[in-house]
């Protein structure tokens, strides 16, 4: 039994070990676009809140930082993948290289590197209803160094799906084949394809950039798929954005008026693949028959069978891919992989595919908040457990917000809508005296349907599907679900009403209570 002396003692030790806790009003967990647009925003609107960056690379840019692949490149264009803050004055589609360095620029005119922790990768979250705060537990990388730091409210900006560590499935035989295999995701560094035969397996985006800047030097480039996907192709230029530099307007107005452009076009575009499914299909399959030739059989390599959108379109500037067809340096084979042997893959076809290089373009292993582990006062928490709201927070989780940017248009645009909401929501607690804040049903919500995170009519990618089992729930109400529509959450989200019922507040913490 302890006495009361060393009860003193150990709560004294405890209370010396909590105080050498580092305390921020607001962390972010990850310095990839998301993390970096919260950064600027938190400065601007809430010039007073003290907060930190944790990023557990070396480096900033998150996915433009982590793939090294041959081509890698965006396939949507910088004024809308951009920040709304400061013009892109390059081709609209850009390497990760230029993305990295747009972003340099970013961090260093608006002072954001002194925020930035790098090596720093969080383990785990814990919510203490009492505090009213976060403990953060991180591991750093340069000194296998485990740290702890509170705050009382997590922005979540870690991306959706685990870097360094691509999803590949488990075909039969990898282990016997000789040649190398690679994925864009952990692209090994010595790899030398100059004069090898390669086979790209998949024809997602990824593979849409690979294959062409592979096929520039290999002796050949086989793209392997399982089904067809839709591209879109043009000219990596964007007709306003050159009339108004003709005229010689200001970068800024560039920037902006290229960006509603963009947008409307977009919008119109996701409206048409909605409502005339078919003529889109027709259109775009139309223009690969157009680059392709007569001859070239569109019909089994690029004719989905699913209607536009319900997959991210990809868009090939200048049409590089489909020049390489063309051009006979790539080609495409449309099959299933019956197993890989020692000199290449088995289709189901029974026709072989030689490879000295295979690169497995085969998608994410998408993870929900980074693979941190959460509790909330010690229970484990289950994120399938919990019901969304918009797509940003979570029932049951207080003082949190979660970046999930778009998929049919930029996803930095989502990125930003959501840091003007948590700062107009920072500095709402902070006039009110809250401390803790969550979403909650309303009573209007009560008999609400929950359903799984993703519509699979609307948008049904694999690694979605996949990941549904752990993904949050939404309801059917627009403020109960993560939604594309960017001309709706425009406009929406600057009108919430942080009073609605939705917001349950808390003003009271431990300290607040032991002063009573
Ligand atoms: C090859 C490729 C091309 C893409 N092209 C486009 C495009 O053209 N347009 C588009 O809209 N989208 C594109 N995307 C989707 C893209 O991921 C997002 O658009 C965007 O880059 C995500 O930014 P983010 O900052 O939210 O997340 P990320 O870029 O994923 O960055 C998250 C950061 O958080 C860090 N992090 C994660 N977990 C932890 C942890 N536990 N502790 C500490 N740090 C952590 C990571 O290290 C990373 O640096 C592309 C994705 C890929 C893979």
């Given at each position: 039994m302890q006495t009361q002396q060393q009860t003193r003692t150990n709560s004294a030790v405890k209370d010396k070990h909590e105080a050498s806790i580092e305390h921020f009003d607001v962390l972010i967990v990850g310095a990839g676009i998301s993390g970096i647009a919260g950064a600027y925003h938190l400065r601007k609107e809430c010039p007073d809140s003290n907060f930190v960056i944790l990023e557990?690379?070396?480096?900033?840019?998150g996915t433009w930082w982590t793939h090294r692949s041959?081509?890698?490149?965006?396939?949507?264009?910088?004024?809308?993948?951009?920040?709304?803050f400061k013009p892109w004055i390059g081709p609209?589609?850009?390497?990760a290289k230029e993305i990295l360095s747009y972003m340099g620029e970013v961090i260093e005119e608006n002072d954001l590197a002194q925020y930035i922790r790098y090596r720093h990768k969080i383990l785990k979250a814990d919510w203490s209803e009492v505090d009213g705060q976060w403990t953060v537990g991180a591991v750093r990388a340069d000194t296998e160094e485990t740290i702890k730091i509170s705050a009382n409210f997590l922005w979540m900006c870690q991306g959706y799906y685990r870097h360094n560590e691509g999803y590949t499935p488990n075909w039969d035989g990898m282990a016997d084949f000789k040649g190398q295999i690679a994925h864009p995701e952990n692209w090994p560094n010595d790899i030398n394809y100059d004069g090898k035969k390669v086979v790209v397996i998949g024809s997602g985006a990824t593979a849409a950039t690979v294959v062409p800047a592979m096929a520039q030097t290999a002796s050949h480039v086989t793209m392997l798929q399982r089904t067809p996907t839709f591209f879109r192709t043009g000219r990596n230029a964007i007709d306003i954005a050159e009339q108004l530099r003709n005229l010689r307007v200001d970068e800024n107005w560039v920037h902006e008026i290229t960006r509603r452009q963009i947008m409307t076009d977009q919008s119109a575009f996701t409206q048409r693949c909605l409502s005339e499914p078919q003529g889109v299909a027709d259109e775009l399959i139309g223009n690969i028959r157009n680059l392709l030739g007569?001859?070239?059989d569109v019909d089994t390599?690029?004719?989905?069978?699913y209607r536009p959108w319900r997959q991210r379109i990809a868009f090939v500037p200048d049409a590089d891919m489909f020049k390489a067809i063309a051009a006979g340096k790539a080609s495409v084979v449309t099959d299933h992989i019956d197993r890989f042997t020692e000199t290449g893959i088995l289709l189901q076809s029974n026709k072989t595919l030689d490879a000295d290089i295979i690169v497995t373009a085969t998608g994410f292993n998408m993870n929900v908040m980074g693979d941190i582990v959460f509790t909330i006062d010690g229970e484990a928490l289950d994120w399938h457990d919990t019901l969304t709201y918009r797509g940003m927070m979570f029932t049951g989780v207080p003082n949190l917000a979660w970046v999930f940017g778009y998929f049919r248009g930029s996803w930095t645009i989502r990125s930003e809508l959501i840091a003007e909401f948590v700062c107009r929501l920072l500095n709402h607690m902070r006039e009110t005296g809250a401390k803790s804040v969550q979403p909650a049903l309303r009573a209007e919500d009560e008999d609400m349907p929950l359903l799984d995170w993703m519509d699979e009519e609307d948008f049904n990618p694999n690694y979605l599907k996949r990941a549904v089992s752990i993904l949050p729930r939404r309801g059917t109400k627009q403020e109960w679900r993560h939604t594309q529509d960017h001309w709706n959450e425009k406009k929406e989200f600057p009108a919430i009403?942080?009073?609605?019922?939705?917001f349950v507040y808390r003003w009271d913490t431990r300290s607040d209570m032991a002063a009573e």
């Open positions: 557990s690379e070396e480096s900033f840019g041959p081509g890698i490149r965006s396939d949507s264009d910088l004024h809308t993948f951009g920040y709304g609209p589609i850009a390497t007569p001859d070239y390599h690029f004719t989905p069978p009403d942080l009073e609605g019922e939705e």
